[in-house]
């Protein structure tokens, strides 16, 4: 199975990172350049953005706010990811931490993002944040990106439980392996197993979401946003 964000941005328009147009374009191009600003869009590094911008979405908002509202929650969700729009905001929402935008272009940003509302699938379309909702997505994504450190610890270990989910069901393999090794008697040699499983499951997350994309530090995003 392929990771989740690249199914996701598969399906996904290409975003300008310079005017916060939504186009359609060939994604398997190096580049393409923009028909609004004429900005040049590397489509390597707009996948890198995207990646990181969708975990910070998936675990820094969508899974949080989840498990805030549910406190003595013992299910654990498989949630569907939120759409393009809710991704394309959260770019804006992180691209004061990954590309220096100020508060106030990452807004206009994300006001352009929401008038383009058409241009997204329909199922994609319910997040479209009020001022008040976008301030609290802004923290609870650069919290994320910061670590964590605001999340009660049992948000913080309710999530690392679904990262582990979701690196399973994006390594089929090792997660038959480890259901098999689940079912066996207890011994030791069970035990060292498992715990090289749990233990790789850690790293491929880690390797997968906190990547930080490499964005030069002289960019500078949203600046022709009109
Ligand atoms: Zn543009």
């Known amino acids: 199975m392929a990771l989740i964000a690249d ?18 374009g060939d994604k398997t191009a190096p580049s393409i350049i923009c028909p609004d600003c004429g900005t040049t869009i590397n489509l390597k590094q707009q996948f890198e953005i995207y990646r990181y911008a969708f975990y910070c979405l998936r675990y820094g908002y969508q899974y949080r706010q989840y498990y805030e509202e ?30 220096n935008a100020t508060y106030d272009a990452l807004k206009k940003a994300v006001q352009k993002l929401i008038s383009q509302e058409s241009k997204c699938e329909a199922k994609n379309d ?3 944040p009020t001022n008040e909702e976008f301030e609290q997505f802004f923290n609870y994504l650069t919290d ?10 049992f948000i913080r270990e309710a999530i690392f439980e679904e990262m582990l989910g979701d690196a399973a069901a994006e390594s089929p393999q090792l997660a038959d392996r480890l259901l098999e090794l689940l079912g066996k008697e207890q011994s030791k040699s ?13 790293r491929r997350q880690k390797a997968r979401v906190l990547k930080k994309p490499n964005i030069s530090p ?8 009109k």
């Open 7 to 24: 199914n996701e941005y598969r399906k996904t328009r290409i975003l300008c990172l310079s005017c916060a147009a939504i186009l359609h």
């Open 70 to 99: 549910r406190t003595d929650s013992k299910i654990k969700p498989f949630l569907a990811p939120l759409g393009e729009m809710a991704t394309f905001i959260a770019i804006a929402a992180i691209s004061g931490v990954i590309g």
């Open 126 to 128: 319910r997040f479209l």
């Open 144 to 153: 994320f990106h910061n670590g964590f450190s605001s999340a009660p610890e």
């Open 190 to 202: 069970k035990e060292i197993q498992v715990t090289a499983i749990y233990r790789e499951l850690v």
């Open 218 to 225: 002289h960019a500078k995003m949203w600046e022709k946003v």
